[in-house]
């Protein structure tokens, strides 16, 4: 049967997930301190992310010449109908001091919409990946969000960069107020990672901030092909917020996010 464009971009998109991921695998363990390099001072960024990236960058360019990569290291123009975001290691610091959290992330935004997502844990070599109308799956079989119905018995995981640019009071009121009501909340550091966490039910829900379209395109497009509900509150620009979870939960973090940073 003749592959479909969505299953073309599908399977470009997790080859090249593992691809990153194969570099990321090298690096794991044996970076040597002169290929870590600062890009601020707390933000980190090795010799794994760039290759990881130049690598993600040239084999969906050799499939598609025509569509355009935004990538978290190198950047690159969000022109065009089709557009790749490549977060090529979510979780640097995890990466750097040995927390196997950490993931490479590919999704691509057609006419503004994300369609497609993959998402690779080099440590544990698992794959996700979704695309729009043909469900969510991690390693081939099929995913889908918690039916938890109480709140205490559910977890939520949260972030928000180490140079946040809210007032950090804002977020601790936020986390203060979910602690309260839910059974655990969980900071594992990487946000692609993640929303793959979500929607396969280990967490119920989830609220990280300032974010990046690179570390949302592709665990977006997973959740929701798991039947989660996400929001973006400032869409797919930089620094956008992402609010995530089970139908049970969505509406009351989406309302306590509201309430407190009125977005
Ligand atoms: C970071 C992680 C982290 C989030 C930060 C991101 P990076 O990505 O996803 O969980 O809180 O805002 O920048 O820098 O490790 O790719
Ligand atoms: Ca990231
Ligand atoms: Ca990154």
């Known amino acids: ?5 969505v299953e073309h971009f599908l399977r470009v998109a997790k080859e090249a997930c593992i691809i990153g991921g194969f570099v990321i695998k090298e690096y794991f363990g044996k970076l040597l301190s002169d290929h870590i390099y600062f890009k601020g001072e707390k933000d980190l960024v090795s010799q794994a992310d760039r290759e990881s990236e130049d690598r993600i960058r040239d084999y969906i360019l050799k499939h598609f010449p025509d569509h355009s990569v935004v990538g978290e290291e190198n950047g690159g123009d969000a022109k ?13 610091k995890n990466f750097v001091s040995g927390f196997p959290i950490f993931g490479v992330s590919v999704g ?18 698992n794959l ?10 991690k390693d081939g079989k099929r995913i889908s ?5 109480v709140l ?103 309302e306590v996010v509201k309430l407190k940073l009125g977005v």
């Open 108 to 125: 691509l935004v057609v006419e503004d919409r994300p369609i497609v997502g993959a998402v690779y844990l080099p440590y544990f070599n």
């Open 128 to 137: 996700y990946y979704a695309a729009e109308g043909l469900g969510a799956y």
């Open 1 to 5: 049967m003749k592959e479909s464009h």
């Open 145 to 149: 969000v918690s039916t938890r119905d």
């Open 152 to 254: 205490k018995r559910m977890s939520v995981s949260y972030g928000f960069p180490s140079r946040a640019k809210r007032e950090l009071n804002l977020y601790w009121e936020i986390i203060r107020e979910v602690f309260d009501k839910v059974g655990s909340m969980r900071r594992p550091g990487a946000a692609a990672v993640d929303l793959c966490f979500l929607a396969e039910g280990i967490f119920d829900g989830l609220i990280e901030f300032e974010l990046n379209p690179w570390d949302v395109v592709a665990g977006m497009v997973i959740a929701k092909e798991a039947g989660g509900m996400v929001k973006l509150t400032k869409g797919l620009t930089n620094g956008t917020d992402v609010i995530a979870g089970s139908s049970y939960i969505f509406p009351y973090l989406e």
């Open 80 to 92: 065009g109908n089709e557009v790749w975001f490549v977060d090529p290691l979510d979780g640097t």
